[in-house]
């Protein structure tokens, strides 16, 4: 977890926003309430035979708010980020 605190610092000074945010930044969500998502959910993993020791790694981690979070769930990244692109190319 201190990879992780030592990226969301990072995040914090560069005023970043939160995954696939347009307004919050992630210092606000640490404020606030923000989730933890991991890129590949845990149980897209699970059922595809990848072990926890390699899917809780902080390159699998973002800060999103957490009305986002709660909306990929466990969605494969393919599907999440299709409806993503979907949504930047009808703005």
Known sequence: MKDANISLAAQVKAHDKGFL???IDVEAMLESRGDIHHLFPPNYLKKNGIPKSQYNQIANYVFP???????????????????????????
Do not use: H, L, W
């Open 21 to 23: 945010s347009e307004q």
């Open 65 to 91: 708010q957490q009305e986002i979070n709660i909306r990929i769930g466990d969605a494969a990244p393919c599907v999440y980020m299709k409806k993503v692109f979907e949504q930047c190319d009808t703005k």
